[in-house]
């Protein structure tokens, strides 16, 4: 194919940002602790760097997807407000900027 070109930095960001409210998903009700996120994210992205996290937990956190709670130490612990719960759970449209797939349906 011609003039097809792939931004594999937007599909690396916002690939992440799913793997991020995903995790934040599973730690509901207490959320968790950057270090925590970011072992997940790089068993998906093995290279992902703290900075990186914090980039896109900053972004989600702008999107009020998520709360970030920047700790005195300088670790941040996050969890997901309501609409990223809603968002994780498919029960609201996807705006563009996070790779959530398209929802697979039973029955």
Known sequence: MTGLKIDH???RREGMRWT???TLNHARPIGAHEQLILQ????VYPD????????ELEYLHERELLKVEKEPSGTWRAG???HGVD????TVDCEPGIARPEKYWEG
């Open 9 to 11: 930095n937007k599909v």
């Open 20 to 22: 991020i409210l995903l």
């Open 48 to 55: 992902a760097t703290p900075a990186e996290l914090r980039r």
């Open 80 to 82: 997901l407000t309501r």
């Open 87 to 90: 968002l994780a759970e498919y």
């Open 40 to 43: 997940t994210v790089q068993g």
